[in-house]
């Protein structure tokens, strides 16, 4: 928690109403929420800490991570403070972003909300529903806002889009595919090619929650998934959901590079609905953070928190389950 944000005198202030004072339209200059970032890979580097140091309505103040060499880099670009010890970066901060492998996440973000952090949380927030679980008690026990940073929900025109087609009614079938090449079988891999727990994982568990965030807001929740195994790490999705419709995502790390792709295709009484291209992911970013400060400057949780990413990572569990091992 950030001290200069709290007073000395009388109660000690929610981590919500920290933030609500600390808001730029509510709090003289210097008093603008602290955020501060754990995590130093390639994410990091191209959207967590250009995004932060961008936000108008927050200060960037300070990066902690595993190698405390790449954490003194990034730190020495941006400006900021470089912690040696995370504990220290979430009693000077009010909210942290994250930017780490899920399962260091989540038991870095049941710290931070015993903290009184706010959490802005990567996708997936854990690859066990026990971790995942965790954090989100966490988040409602010690009153905290979370924000799970899944990039359709927060990109433009997709975030829009998936709005509108939650406003809809009568769909019948829609049909997701997120085909990435990190480790093409053809070419050069990506810089995320490094990641282990991508290489452990595939693409089910980390473009899966992008799909699953689309189709569960405008189709309704998930009653049933079954999970087929394809070529490479492919896994093909097939879901029932509480509106009647049925849904597909094939899901993937290791495709070619000319297959590689993202779409999403509704089909209902109203037509058929694709989902638009995006870009400007720090910006992207930027959105979810002003999303996470709203939450919690009102005490209104934000429906793509903790407990969303908590129920995504029981439908990816419990499609992984089906897999051969």
């Known amino acids: 928690m950030s001290s200069d944000l709290n007073s000395t005198e009388g109660p ?14 509510q709090a003289p200059a210097g008093r603008r929420p602290k955020v501060g970032l754990l995590g130093t890979g390639p994410w990091a580097h191209r959207t967590h800490a250009p995004a932060l140091a961008a936000h108008a309505g927050s200060d960037f103040v300070g990066v902690w991570g595993r190698r405390p060499e790449a954490a003194a880099e990034l730190a020495h ?32 973000a049941v ?51 998936v709005e509108e087609q939650a406003a809809r009614s009568g769909w019948f079938t829609a049909a997701a ?9 053809d070419g050069t891999p990506s810089a995320y090619a490094d990641s282990p727990w991508r290489k452990a994982k595939g ?15 405008v189709l309704g929740e998930v009653t049933a998934v079954s999970a087929t195994p394809g070529p490479s790490d492919v896994v093909q999705l097939a ?18 590079r000319a297959a590689a792709g993202v779409g999403l295709e509704l089909r209902g009484t109203e037509g058929v609905h694709e989902l638009p291209g995006w870009s400007d992911v720090p910006g992207a970013y930027g ?38 091992t």
């Open 12 to 25: 000690v202030e929610s981590a919500a109403e920290r933030v609500s004072a600390g808001a730029t339209d």
């Open 111 to 161: 710290r931070a909300a015993a903290a009184g952090c706010h959490l802005l949380l990567d996708k997936p927030v854990a690859t066990t529903v026990e971790d995942a679980r965790a954090v989100a008690e966490a988040a409602a026990r010690h009153q905290v806002a979370s924000v799970v940073f899944l990039t359709l929900r927060f990109a433009e025109p997709t975030a829009s889009w």
């Open 77 to 108: 670009e941006y400006g900021v403070k470089v912690y040696e010890d995370p504990d220290a970066l979430f009693a000077e901060c009010d909210a942290v972003a994250f930017a780490l492998p899920p399962d260091v996440q989540a038991a870095m």
């Open 203 to 217: 693409g089910l568990w980390d473009v899966g929650p992008h799909a699953l965030s689309v189709l569960i807001p």
């Open 177 to 185: 595919h997120w085909l990435g090449a990190v480790f093409p079988p």
């Open 239 to 256: 879901l029932r959901h509480t509106s009647g419709a049925a849904s597909t995502a094939v899901l993937s790390l290791g495709a070619p």
């Open 287 to 324: 959105r979810a953070l002003d999303a996470l400060l709203t939450a919690a400057r009102t005490g209104v949780p934000d429906p793509r928190g903790a407990e969303f990413g908590a129920r995504l990572t029981e439908i990816l569990a419990e499609a992984e389950a089906q897999l051969p």
